[in-house]
Nanobody, 113 residues
Framework: QVQLVESGGGSVQAGGSLRLSCTAS????????MGWYRQAPGKQREWVAT???????NYADSVKGRFTIYRDNAKNTVYLQMNSLKPEDTAVYYC???????WGQGTQVTVSS
């Protein structure tokens, strides 16, 4: 079974930084693409960033230039480095293995002005 565990969220002021982690099990991590998504209160879940098995990346326009997705295959972990955070980044952040429907429990990110 696929299991995903997100961590690293917290509360920061605008302009601050956080690094989120997602550790996966139940898959051969190195051959799977991974993605980060977020969901704000009252809104639908939206895509933030993806990284392929070969470490090519794509970002939503709203976070491009501020967020970086990267992976450590030895640790079965994908990261999301978030810099220059804005209040509109406030959401619960989730990771996903591309091609699977399973989600982790999410980690809360709150950015105050």
């Amino acid at each position: 079974q696929v299991q995903l565990v997100e961590s690293g969220g917290g509360s920061v002021q605008a302009g601050g930084s956080l690094r989120l982690s997602c550790t996966a099990s139940g898959i051969i991590f190195s051959i799977n693409g991974m993605g980060w998504y977020r969901q704000a209160p009252g809104k639908q879940r939206e895509w933030v960033a993806t990284i392929t098995h070969s470490s090519s990346t794509n970002y939503a326009d709203s976070v491009k230039g501020r967020f970086t997705i990267y992976r450590d295959n030895a640790k079965n972990t994908v990261y999301l480095q978030m810099n220059s955070l804005k209040p509109e980044d406030t959401a619960v952040y989730y990771c996903r293995t591309i091609g699977y429907i399973t989600w982790g429990q999410g980690t809360q990110v709150t950015v105050s002005s």
